[in-house]
């Protein structure tokens, strides 16, 4: 017996995350999200993908997304995901997702909604169509979570409201009708939660920013990324140190803190008595050198359509086996008929 148990392998703990593919995404998603998702493919059942649903909440170009779903599509498949044993699809490919999330809304309240500060900072940003599916974002997330019964989530830290509120919708579902879903707690870096923007350092780093030198994107060229690292927002003191109000040098220290894994005590005294020219371009190289790889895979699959398309439909299928088995659950607890 306990040799059959033991040829038998330990399951592991759910992890999903999602992006969206409003455009490439930036050095901050991959920092704060991306490379904790590569980081966590081996010992944990993944399942990571593309929010195409949660992308048509602002005015979109159709060409525009289709083009970038598929980009960013391939950018998971040069991430180190191991998407033989982990799940890599495409949001809208499993319609389980548009189908739990109206269940959700009907177990989500007004007021909880309201307070959303995503929500609030898009209706600002997007006056002219304050539409209702920006309303309704975050059920379509916790449906996204809560389909594949998921322990972990890895996100940046602005995304920590929206996993608060897919918590609280949970335990409000399993209070009414027994243990439904598993309730996911958050995972967030120590380091890369929160990069910010290069030429306003106390904004987010932001793939929808209009400012081209204000983020690196995981494609640009090595010369792009010493250009835009040269010109990043700093100060005047020209001393490379951990201090509050230094929110530019911060911000890169935590940048060459996440490439080298070295923390700031180690990156201050590597750069003791150096200006900031020479430790901008030390950054640059980190960046450089960190995003190669993926880059480089990246060219290599981005032209081969059938490779991408036998990949989504693969992602597809075992995403759409593992998300019918809660979501016929939650429809019979709630009391639809069934036909079989
Ligand atoms: P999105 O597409 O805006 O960003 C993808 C991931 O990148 C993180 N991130 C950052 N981390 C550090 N510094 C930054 N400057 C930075 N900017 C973005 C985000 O926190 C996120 O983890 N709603 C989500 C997508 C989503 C999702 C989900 C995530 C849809 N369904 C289910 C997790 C689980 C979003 O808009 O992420």
């Known amino acids: 017996m306990d040799n059959i148990k033991e040829n038998v392998p330990a399951k592991q703990?759910?992890?999903l995350s999602l992006i969206q593919p409003t455009a490439m995404p930036t050095l901050g998603n991959y920092l704060g999200a991306l490379k904790n998702w590569a980081s966590m493919a081996d010992d944990y059942d993944?399942?990571?993908?593309?929010?195409?649903?949660?992308a048509i909440t602002v005015r979109h170009d159709p060409a525009s997304?289709?083009?970038?779903?598929?980009?960013?599509?391939?950018?998971?498949l040069s991430l180190d995901l191991k998407p033989d044993k982990n799940i890599v699809f495409i949001q809208s490919h499993v319609p389980a997702h548009a189908e739990l999330s109206w269940i959700l809304n009907c177990y989500t309240q007004f007021g909880e909604a309201s307070r959303m500060t995503q929500f609030k900072e898009k209706?600002?940003?997007h006056a002219d169509n304050v539409n209702v599916g920006l309303f309704t974002y975050p059920t379509l997330m916790a449906a996204d979570i809560l389909l594949y019964q998921t322990n972990y989530v890895p996100i940046g830290a602005d995304q920590k409201q929206h996993l608060e509120i897919t918590r609280d919708i949970a335990e409000r579902f399993n209070g009414i009708y027994g243990n439904v879903f598993t309730v996911p707690e958050p995972f967030i870096g120590k380091s890369g939660a929160r990069i910010m923007s290069l030429q306003e350092p106390n904004n987010k780093m932001s793939k929808t920013d209009p400012n081209p030198k204000a983020s690196i994107s995981m494609l640009d060229t090595p010369d792009m990324i010493i250009k835009k690292f040269k010109s990043a927002v700093t100060d005047s003191e020209?001393?490379?140190?951990?201090?509050?109000?230094?929110?530019g040098?911060?911000?890169?220290?935590?940048?060459?803190?996440c490439c080298t894994g070295l923390d700031y005590a180690a990156i201050e005294q590597q750069f003791e008595g150096k200006g900031y020219g020479d430790f901008k371009l030390a950054v640059a190289q980190?960046?450089?050198?960190h995003l190669r790889p993926v880059q480089e895979k990246f060219n290599s699959i981005i032209k081969d359509k059938s490779y991408l398309a036998q990949c989504a439909q693969n992602g597809a299928q075992r995403a759409s086996y593992a998300a019918h088995k809660t979501l016929e659950k939650v429809?019979?607890?709630?009391?639809f008929f069934q036909i079989r």
């Open 249 to 257: 040098i911060n911000n890169l220290m935590a940048i060459y803190s």
């Open 13 to 15: 703990p759910k992890v």
């Open 238 to 247: 020209a001393c490379v140190k951990y201090a509050e109000g230094k929110d």
């Open 46 to 54: 993944c399942l990571f993908g593309v929010a195409d649903l949660h």
């Open 123 to 125: 209706s600002q940003k």
């Open 331 to 335: 429809m019979k607890k709630v009391g």
């Open 65 to 76: 997304l289709r083009r970038q779903t598929m980009e960013m599509f391939a950018l998971l």
């Open 286 to 289: 980190a960046v450089i050198e």
